[in-house]
């Protein structure tokens, strides 16, 4: 690997959409305080800020029953996103 290729791996800023969707849905139960910020604008934001966002693939989801069983599912789904990332 490059050094340039390799230095641009260490710099990749990754969210998942679960992120966000976690976000928005605790802010609507009152379970998240965002100081006036509309949760809306949060994609934007991090956009701007150079984050590539890892969509949740229909394939992952149709397969879920298929994940290690943990106590916190989104840690299974996480890691299968990761994992598929990365390949």
């Known amino acids: ?6 230095q641009s791996y ?3 800023k990754l969210i998942s959409g679960i992120n966000l969707w976690e976000i928005s ?3 609507s ?3 998240l305080e965002l100081g006036g910020t509309d949760p809306s604008l949060i994609l ?4 701007k800020a150079r984050f590539e966002v890892a969509e949740l693939e229909s394939r992952l989801l149709a397969t879920y029953d298929q ?3 943990k106590e916190d599912h989104r ?4 890691t299968i996103q990761a994992n598929r990332l990365s390949s």
Do not use: E, Q, R, V
């Open 1 to 6: 690997m490059s050094f340039d290729l390799y």
């Open 75 to 78: 840690s299974a789904i996480f």
């Open 44 to 47: 934007d934001t991090l956009l």
């Open 10 to 12: 260490l710099n990749n």
């Open 25 to 27: 849905l605790k802010y």
């Open 29 to 31: 139960l009152g379970k």
């Open 67 to 69: 994940l290690p069983h």
